[in-house]
């Protein structure tokens, strides 16, 4: 077990009784694997295990993650409901951040809520980076409403759609003015 459920009430508001991230739970995985199963949720994600179907695959890879003291990860509860997961992970040496929210909870502004409580409570190292596809625009808009602002592009594998497409990278700095310099695409070279 990774801890003891949270329910935390800030100053700011990110998280409630009615909204709060907590540690993640065996009971939330099956939930997950639905959520990360759905054909039109991985087509928009693009960047995808190579068969989201695929039950052992998606049970090593959690096993894998929740393991791993270098990735933070969270299960967003509203109303006492599991309704997604976001995360945090390291990729050379620098966190990045990732978020998923279940098909029948879309549009109710969940990501946007989750990903400011987790900047704000969960990991606070800065800067913090994202990928997402260039034409997930409901992804994009999250990491807009965030503050995060996009630093540069390549090409990468879309496992799911079977062609290299766009990726885009965002950053979000301490401090939008301090003049932080991003960083390149590290897979374009
Ligand atoms: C992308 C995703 C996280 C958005 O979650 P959500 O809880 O529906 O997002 P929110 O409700 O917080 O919406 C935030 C903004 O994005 C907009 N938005 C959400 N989905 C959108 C879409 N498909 N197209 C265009 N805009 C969209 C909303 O209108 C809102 O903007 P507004 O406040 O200006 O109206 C969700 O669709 C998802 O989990 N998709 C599959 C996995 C994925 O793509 N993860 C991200 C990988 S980088």
């Known amino acids: 077990m990774r801890g003891e459920r949270r329910n935390t009430l800030d100053g700011a508001g990110h998280m409630t009784r009615d909204f709060l991230l907590r540690d993640v739970e065996s009971d939330d995985l099956p939930i997950f694997f639905e959520f990360n199963a759905d054909p039109e949720a991985c087509r928009m994600a693009a960047f995808t295990a190579k068969d989201p179907t695929d039950r052992e695959a998606f ?13 933070i990860i969270k299960t967003i509860v509203r109303d006492g409901q599991v309704v997604g997961s976001v995360l945090s992970y390291e990729e050379e040496d620098r966190p990045e951040v990732s978020y998923w929210i279940g098909r029948e909870h879309w549009g109710q502004g969940i990501a946007t809520r989750a990903l400011t409580a987790f900047l704000a409570e969960e990991n606070t190292v800065r800067p913090m980076l994202a990928r997402v ?20 592009g390549c090409m990468g594998f879309a496992n799911v759609r079977g062609e290299e497409i766009e990726e885009l990278v965002y950053e979000l700095v301490a401090d939008a003015g301090d003049g932080m310099q991003s960083r390149s695409c590290a897979d374009c070279g």
């Not at 096993?63 to 791993?68: E, K, M």
């Not at 596809?133 to 540069?152: P, Q, W, Y």
């Open 133 to 152: 596809a260039k034409d997930n625009l409901g992804s994009i808009r999250v990491l807009e409403k965030c503050g995060f602002k996009v630093t540069d």
């Open 59 to 71: 049970a090593a890879h959690w096993t894998r993650i929740l393991a791993d003291a270098t990735v």
